[in-house]
């Protein structure tokens, strides 16, 4: 790399590095709107978020910017180099090939959709949605054409949330997964069902807290560089490797709503964590996917959280918390944590049925944008391949095709990375276990440290070096394959 | 003011509105930052306001607004246009007028000094500090060169906290004020102490937050605009007239502190509360000076918080928060929240003494940059002040000149507007009774919407289109009056 063409990259790293800090700022903007922000004060935020996305749009897309990546294309050497500019590249192609006209337009049927899908939700009437849909779905096709894309369009939503994600791919991970799926969903569901009023009692919210703390601060999570806050929906906002923020919310007549949540989000918040300080800014030191991403969150919530071993551990402790379950066996407390039942609600749904949920909109979404579905055949679509699935008929489109807010604002090619994350983090588990000779053993004393080293060491440290994919095939020896998680719901709930 | 001109005025007004959401976001960055971020998350922190900082300071130096400031101010016609104009004026010449070179220096020894200030109250010695202090003196005097003054230097440096304040105008308010505090003072400290053991109970956190709540939301703060959070040090950030925050503290064994920290901080706050909307982002839509900001939160701490008709409606309620407090009568309660006495440091002193703590630095301060008073001489001097007014010997460096932290961040001039906002307090409250036929009665009763309206009409809703003497004048008829805090001081007290 000569040095007036290292210039160039020189100047992507500072420039990237610069832009971080606003975006980050940004999250924190968004993070406070969602815990703490009065009522009132919610429009003067959207100005200072618009303002930022302004900023940084204009910032990012200026035409000396595309001259540097360019350049530092030319000479890149290394693998980090090397995934910076696949990065930026990607990023500033999408940000400069769609007209500022169209973004607009798009932004504005966003917002009308968001509020008439409430409003069709509302009266469960898909027939009142349906023209806006049809504007969003119009509006991502022009988008995609606009960006480009090798396969089919539908690749090009995909690889928004997944990079380098296929339909081809995905057809083989999440289509093996299915067929195993449907027959285990139908066992899994036909089990006698664990007496739950054997959990009843007052969880004051305050030993809630300090439970999930304990919990939190024991599988890994530093609480010197994150927060746990309360909001209506859990979520998990890196703002910087130093400040990680994770909220969850209280059922007062169960502990097990807050700890999940808050097992789900420092799964992600370690990830956020444990990304390297040093490429703090670049690409390559941001999380690199939502399947990877959700992986992390499920590993701990699922794997961990729902295990013997865990709650070997943990029972006791909780019951110091909360005196009424001292009458609780490891045993009962384990199938209290593992129930699986059919539900219409893909939010609702346990370990087990979820996939089968998220496959669903995945084979729909794929259908409509393949051109094969008409949007008034998709309640009827919807409602046929859900029979198919669960052995149910759905009683009207709020418990079918309308409950999901993704679709409102234009969020297509989501869901999967959903399914990704469950099939990830089964593989992760196996590949750790079978990595590391003493890790099942620590394991079956609910010790952690070393499964959280392995998947720093395999999985964040290595940020967006790799794509999704290929990090999986580093850490695992193969593509990501659905067979693991299968095994694991076979042994958990059969 | 012709279109062409009009032109300039609108584009100041529109950079400024823009400006405004920067400066909100930073300070939502510094709330965040005294409130809730993770130690790790500290020199992130920094950086991302660091950003903000300069690339406010770009926007506005740049030779573009000092033409359409130029521009602006030959054809302003309004009072709210000139007020406008006379800020951007002030900011902009201070802000151009100090070399770069000379801003980089008083940073680094600003960060030095405060070091070195903290060891040497650490060690209570004052010959450690003053060579930091000489710096920071020397770059102020620098400063203020650069920014040039018409009467003596320190009027300057006054005027970066109270607009238009100079020594002159203080060393008839505040010169006014001695006299009469100190023989009073002596004869307050003199009385029978209220024996606080009649108070001693638990006052659980939770309770102390429902009652504190309870009571800023009757007082008129407004709460779908603003919250109550807790910090280590009791303050008021205004966001944005839709986002006003509070902090307080809390001693479980003491509901005091943390209540009339709310009062205190909510008067701050319904001041922010109060100002214009349609002006937010112009000067004239921010408070004017912290000598009037001060005479808010007073006037709800003192004035009305420490009012016996205050108690009469408020014990009852606080004794259902507190039972133990049922077998307190009123009398005792305002026996309680009015003691004064002597004490070497002034963020421990009572509503009495407070002003004789601030008399003493303004003199000092003054004299010191006079020229009149050379630093090694500043410990005996300060204690020499110290005994006269109080009758009190200090004891060591750190019970007397090295207690605050003012003089080591160069914060010069700012001691003042605490008495400012003690005697403007006490100034507006008499004007309103005054002003109000009915006003009198209705404190009687502790209802004070009618108080708080009259605030709003007299001072909130003029923002700065006033300078701060012009403001009292208008809303009270004359200048600030120190007679009327010592008539309600005398009242109280004797």
New interface residues.
Partial sequence: MSSGESNAYQKLVELST?LQ??K??QA??GW?QEV??????V???G??MS??SGYLHREFTSEKVGDWIAEAESTAATPEENANLREWRHEYDRATKVPVELVQRFAETQVRAKAVWAEAREKSDFSRFAPELQNLIDLSREQAECWGYEGCLYDALLDTYERGMTCERLDETLGGLRDDLVPLVEEACNREPFDQSKLEGDYPVEQQKALNRLIAEDIGF??????IDTAVHPFCSG??P??TRLTTRYDESDFRSSLFGVLHEAGHGMYEQGLREDWHGQPIGQAVSLGIHESQSRLWENQVGRSRAFWEKWLPVAAEHFPHLANLSVDEMFEAVNQASKSFIRVEADEVTYDLHILLRYEMEKEIFAGNLSLQDIPGEWNRRFEEYFGLKVDKDSNGCLQDIHWSMAIFGYFPTYSLGNINAAHLAAAAKADEPGLSSQLEKADYSGLLRWMRKNVHENGSVYLPDDLIQKATGTSADPAHLVAHLRERYL
């Fill in positions: 610069e800090l606003l980050n700022t924190l903007l406070d703490l922000l009065p009522k009132k004060g429009a003067y935020r100005q200072q303002w930022l530093d609480f010197e560089a994150g927060r703002m910087s130093f400040d």
